[in-house]
């Protein structure tokens, strides 16, 4: 009774923590290594998935992975190694057994093989390669001959399917006899006598239809298929918005080669929009296993394109010295102008990047997307024209002070609006990715304008 309260105690700890490793179960396992503890270390890890493994082993340093990994020994599963961040996974395949390596890649299915070695040097891709078996080799080569971010990469050749034909029985009889069918598959295909696709079935209406019920009459009202060329990210956009749970892959000529499962096509967006992300913030594609080395590689060129559009912004100051000088209250006030500006185009362009990404901003709603935020941007601009004009005569005694930030304020943001939108839709229109260089755009204009209208308007009706 005793161990049954303390197991529940752990469990509670654990769900606590949201889903992660909590503390106290990673203390036990890193203590487990110290000590050299196999039986603890496996009572420790039994319980976690292989998606929390995967976390523990980005989390701690690389001397208590190589330890963990080599206690660990043949029960490490050929699932960590596809949850790993890239960064890692090339050190994790070097420090294990080779023979651990061969049993962890041999239970996995071909499309996670694939996007296993894609990212490989040359030398650890062989030594993956090597360990499976002649066929299995084979259609992994394959499906890394076609090119990277296609539907031929992002697919796995273990299909499901059977001839348009058969009945209920046959095919529940073909599944059950069958010995390499894949681990997870949600339809049985259905294929004419020259291996094209002609439709599917969900394995719900399989078992929930009698014997004799020919499986065309069962075939789902929506199916498509993928050309293997296809982009993967016009494929997971399929996926999401079709709500699909899988569907075939065909070649050239229209045969069945592999299936594309709901999995993989999340996975594809949730990287987009994780890349996204990153790329609005200017940090590449780094993560947080990377050395100090690679992050600063990563960063540096866009704190340069920064200093370059700060240097503008001093430029548009510079020509405004002795107004400066006169009014000393402008020093104060004008960062407040650039700074809303740099907000408020903030917003807009994280709108215009998503709604780009998801393909809901076109041709047919530019122009009302474009309006509507710079609409936003009066009203707003407005609002906040009203507070500083209020502030500036309230600091400074100065109702023309007021009026000039009030001004400016509007102008900015109605600015900032126009530039978060239309930037990324040019840049879009242009093939360049709006999330990589939209930020340095926008922040330039809202920079220069802010301080243009500003310091403009403030040397007209102060001087």
């Given amino acids: 009774m005793v161990e049954e309260i303390t197991d529940l105690e752990e469990l509670k700890d654990d769900e606590d923590e949201g889903y992660t490793l909590s503390p106290r179960r990673l203390s036990a396992i890193l203590f487990a290594v110290d000590r050299e503890d196999r039986d603890a270390l496996m ?3 039994e319980p976690l998935h292989a998606a929390d493994i995967a976390d523990l082993l980005e989390q701690i340093n690389s001397y208590d992975r190589r330890r963990l990994i080599l206690l660990y ?6 699932e960590i190694l596809t949850e790993l961040d890239d960064s890692i996974r090339e050190e994790v395949i070097a420090v294990l057994n080779p023979h651990v390596l061969a049993e962890a890649v041999r239970e996995l299915e071909s499309d996670d093989v694939v996007d296993l070695v894609e990212d490989l040097e040359q030398e650890a891709q062989q030594a993956i390669l090597g360990t499976l078996e002649d066929a299995d080799r084979i259609a992994v080569e394959q499906s890394l001959s076609y090119p990277e971010f296609s539907a031929g990469r992002l697919m796995q050749r273990e299909v499901v399917m059977g001839p348009e034909h058969w009945t209920v029985g046959q095919a529940i009889d073909y599944m059950r006899e069958s010995q390499d069918l894949p681990d997870d598959f949600y339809h ?4 004419n006598p020259k291996m094209h696709p002609i439709g599917h079935v969900t394995l719900g209406r399989i078992l929930g239809a009698p014997r004799g019920t020919r499986l065309t009459d069962l075939v789902e009202e929506e199916f498509r298929t993928f050309e293997v060329l296809e982009s993967e990210t016009d494929v997971a956009y399929a996926f999401n918005q079709y709500h699909m749970i899988s569907a075939p892959v065909v070649d050239a ?4 080669i592999g299936v594309i499962t ?3 096509a999340m996975n594809v967006l949730d990287e987009e929009h994780e890349e996204d992300i990153m790329r609005l913030a200017g940090v590449g594609e780094g993560s947080l296993a990377d050395r100090v080395v690679d992050t600063v590689r990563q960063r540096i060129p866009w704190l340069a394109v920064n200093l370059v559009t700060a240097i503008l912004a001093s430029l548009v100051i510079a020509q405004f010295e002795a107004t400066i000088s006169q009014f000393v209250a402008l020093a104060v006030l004008m960062p407040i102008v650039a700074s809303m500006g740099g907000n408020a185009g903030t917003q807009s362009l994280t709108v215009a990047v998503r ?3 998801t393909r809901d901003l076109t041709g047919a709603n530019v122009f009302r997307v474009i309006r509507r935020e710079v609409l936003v941007g009066l009203v707003n601009g407005i609002v906040f024209a009203v507070v500083m004009g209020v502030v500036g005569i309230l600091w400074f005694g100065s109702p023309a002070l007021g009026g000039v930030i009030a001004a400016a304020m509007v102008i900015n943001l109605v600015i900032a609006g126009l530039a978060g939108i239309g930037i990324p839709v040019v840049l879009e229109r242009m093939g360049v990715d709006p999330a990589l260089a939209s930020g340095a755009f926008v922040t330039t204009v809202t ?9 403009g308007l403030a040397a007209t009706v102060l001087l």
């Fill in 262 to 264: 709901i999995d993989d």
């Fill in 188 to 191: 049985m295909v259905l294929v």
């Fill in 355 to 357: 709604a780009i990404a």
């Fill in 43 to 45: 009572a420790e890890m």
């Fill in 253 to 256: 000529d229209g045969r069945l």
């Fill in 447 to 455: 920079d220069v304008v802010g301080f243009f209208a500003f310091l």
């Fill in 73 to 78: 020994g043949e029960d490490f599963d050929g």
